[in-house]
C-alpha cells in the first residue's frame, strides 16, 4: 500500500506561515487527485485544499486566499503552503487522495500561537 510522510509543521506565531509536505512512497500523483485535510482538537477531520491531476485546486472558504496547494509529481510530493496563519487553523494536518481512500499517514502538526 502507499505510504503518505508528511512533515513540516510546527509552532508559529498569528501571521506567520509554513510549508507543509507530503511524500508518497510511490508514483500515484499523476493517477490520483491529492488534498490536505486537517482536525483540530475535539473536531472531524476537515478536508481543506485539493488539486485534481489536471492541476485545478480547490479550497475551504477559510483558508481561500491564504493556503496554496501544488504538486510535485516528479518527486511524489503534495505541497500547501500556508500564509497569513490564525489560531483557528492550529490542527493536524494529512495529506490523502480526494477522497480519503489511501491509507492515512501521522500528520504533522500545526500549532498557532503567540
Known amino acids: 500500500q502507499v505510504q503518505l510522510v508528511e512533515s513540516g509543521g510546527g509552532l508559529v506565531q498569528p501571521g506567520g506561515a509554513l510549508r507543509l509536505s507530503c511524500a508518497a512512497s510511490?508514483?500515484?500523483?499523476?493517477?490520483?487527485?491529492m488534498a490536505w485535510y486537517r482536525q483540530a482538537p475535539g473536531k472531524q477531520r476537515e478536508l481543506v485544499a485539493g488539486?485534481?491531476?489536471?492541476?485545478?485546486?480547490d479550497y475551504v472558504d477559510s483558508v481561500k486566499g491564504r493556503f496554496t496547494i501544488s504538486r510535485d509529481s516528479t518527486k511524489n510530493t503534495v505541497y500547501l503552503q500556508m500564509n497569513s496563519l490564525k489560531p483557528e487553523d492550529t490542527a493536524v494536518y494529512y495529506c490523502?487522495?480526494?477522497?480519503?481512500?489511501?491509507?492515512w499517514g501521522q500528520g504533522t502538526q500545526v500549532t498557532v500561537s503567540s
Open positions: 488539486i485534481t491531476t489536471g492541476g485545478s485546486t
Open positions: 510511490r508514483s500515484i500523483l499523476s493517477v490520483n487527485a
Open positions: 490523502n487522495a480526494w477522497g480519503g481512500y489511501l491509507h
